[in-house]
């Protein structure tokens, strides 16, 4: 299945849905099955030897990506006020930027986004053995950010940690076939999917806090195509207002990213990021409530209580469960393994995101402070 296009490799799931209806395994033909497809992927991505090998990784890269698909794997409800009158902003609008991912093994992983246009800002986050971290900063002059740091909340932490975790283990699953240390998981075979471009194996991982994907494994190169998983679409309320507080919707409800991306605009929602552009209005009586933050004290009376409502409004009707899809393409070797230069995440059938990968680095060195993040 060579040169296949994104919407070839997501046709493999509607066929995986309609054989798991046809067919069934016993778990013991359907766990030796699957150890052995996982076993010919890590062969093909280099080898036992090679892959054992990995204690650290580099990853640097350009994306595309849309507003509505954020800088995550999914779930969450966010706020976007952009202070100002003119214009709107639609949560379709493309934006762009670069991705550094650093890791260092067992329990080291750092992200940081880089953006570079619309809603610019450096978001990092990641963990530091069971300690997570999350920094935002802006790139756009005049924008404020507020972060609520994971650290000083326990549940906050965890969910922190887990969220991390769980996107680590996706990637890391594309990469090395397999998940990182400390994060064990289960195999089972599912059958093969057929597309117009060839077949894949079909294997379900299962883990930790109920951690379920579906891996898809060219049955020709034995290389990973795709991986799906299931969670909450994420949604995101955009909003253009003036300064008495006025002002109308710039793209309405869309989905979003999860927790910890930033809202250009003061709203703040737990362990999430709260900018605000330009100099700050007058302050009226403090906010109540979860929006209870310095930059939500910064906006007049009828922009809280307008933000307020619509957090409210989201907040009320209970999230969807969708398919989310992340794919891996263009396979070159580096320092004798074969790692994936196209990544590519998509919400359903529509493909939202893509990275081109200019560099890794295996084994790098790092700095002592790089995962120091916050501490």
């Given amino acids: 299945m060579r040169n296949q296009s994104w919407k070839s490799v997501a046709a493999l799931a509607l066929v995986a849905g309609a054989y798991y209806a046809a ?26 030897q090679k892959i054992a090998g990995i204690k650290g990784l580099s990853l640097r890269a350009d994306y595309r990506r849309e507003m509505s698909a954020g800088p995550g794997g999914g779930g969450g409800a966010m706020t976007f006020v952009m202070m100002g009158g003119g214009g709107t902003t639609s949560a379709s609008q493309q934006t762009t930027g670069k991705i550094e991912i650093d890791l260092a093994l067992p329990d080291k992983y750092l992200r940081t986004d880089v953006g570079s246009a619309a809603f610019a800002m450096t978001r990092t ?42 996107d680590l283990a996706r990637l890391f699953l594309g990469l090395t076939g397999g998940t990182q240390p400390g ?47 299931m969670e909450a679409e994420p949604r995101m309320v955009m909003r253009t207002m003036t300064r008495d507080g006025t002002g109308g919707r710039g793209g309405g409800s869309a989905p979003m990213a999860p927790g910890g991306a930033a809202h250009p605009s003061g709203a703040t929602t737990a362990g ?55 794919f891996f393409s263009d396979y070159r070797k580096v320092d004798g393994v074969s790692l994936p230069h196209r990544i590519a995440r998509g919400l359903g059938a529509k493909t939202t995101e893509e990275w081109d990968i200019t560099t890794y680095k295996v084994n790098p060195a790092f700095k002592t402070d790089r995962f120091k993040v916050g501490s």
Avoid: C, W
């Avoid at 067919?23 to 036992?48: C, F, I, N, P, Y």
């Avoid at 991982?205 to 034995?222: I, M, N, Q, S, Y």
């Avoid at 403090?286 to 409004?313: D, F, W, Y």
């Fill in 272 to 326: 999430k990021a709260a900018p605000a552009a330009g100099p700050a209005p007058a302050a009226g009586p403090p906010a109540s409530g979860p929006t209870s933050t310095p930059a939500m004290a910064a906006l007049t009376p009828a922009q809280r209580e307008e933000i307020e409502r619509q957090m409210k409004e989201a907040e009320a009707t209970p999230p969807q469960l969708v398919e989310y899809r992340l």
């Fill in 183 to 229: 994060f064990a998981v289960t195999y089972s075979y599912g059958g093969q999917a057929e597309s117009p471009d060839g077949k894949a194996d079909i294997i379900d991982v299962a883990g930790p806090d109920d951690f379920k994907v579906r891996l898809f494994v060219d049955a020709e190169t034995h290389l990973p195509l795709m991986l799906t998983y």
């Fill in 125 to 166: 986050e990641g963990f530091e053995a069971s300690r997570p971290f999350l920094e935002v900063v802006p790139n756009t002059p005049g924008m404020r950010i507020q972060v609520d740091n994971p650290a000083t909340d326990p549940a906050r932490a965890k969910a922190a940690l887990k969220r991390n975790q769980t």
């Fill in 23 to 48: 067919h069934g395994h016993a778990q013991a033909q359907a766990d030796a099955k699957a150890a052995s497809v996982m076993a010919d992927v890590r062969k093909a991505l280099g080898g036992e």
